[in-house]
């Protein structure tokens, strides 16, 4: 069965980086397109990034662009996210998602599969 799991998260202050990864299995991972998304305490899960499965199309929601990254490797069934910047407003657990299908979505009711999630927590 598909597996996600997503390393990487810690506690940093304003202004480090981070790179999440998660590591898919169960099938071809260069089939599906992947996304990122998080939930802050108290809050929805919110979408964060995405990428196709090619490689070829990102997308990201307006607060984090020109700060975070979303990139795979398909050779090492791989999708990471560098964050760079971190804000305080930034802290969440952060989940990866596979989707059925090679394009993006920002909807979390288009991926398939979920990972456990990896806390990030940014301090002031």
């Known amino acids: 069965q598909v597996q996600l799991v997503e390393s990487g998260g810690g506690l940093v202050q304003a202004g480090d980086s981070l790179r999440l990864s998660c590591a898919a299995s169960?099938?071809?991972?260069?089939?599906?397109?992947m996304g990122w998304f998080r939930r802050a305490p108290g809050k929805e899960r919110e979408f964060v990034a995405a990428?196709?499965?090619?490689?070829?199309?990102?997308i990201y929601r307006d607060s984090v662009k020109g700060r975070f990254t979303i990139s795979r490797v398909n050779a090492l069934n791989t999708v990471y996210l560098q964050m760079n910047d971190l804000k305080p407003e930034d802290t969440a657990e952060y989940y990866c998602?596979?989707?059925?299908?090679?394009?993006?979505?920002?909807?979390?009711?288009?991926?398939?599969?979920w990972g456990q999630g990896t806390q990030v927590t940014v301090s002031s």
């Open positions: 998602g596979q989707r059925d299908y090679g394009a993006t979505t920002r909807s979390a009711g288009g991926y398939a599969y």
């Open positions: 169960g099938r071809t991972f260069s089939t599906y397109a």
């Open positions: 990428i196709s499965s090619s490689g070829i199309t990102t």
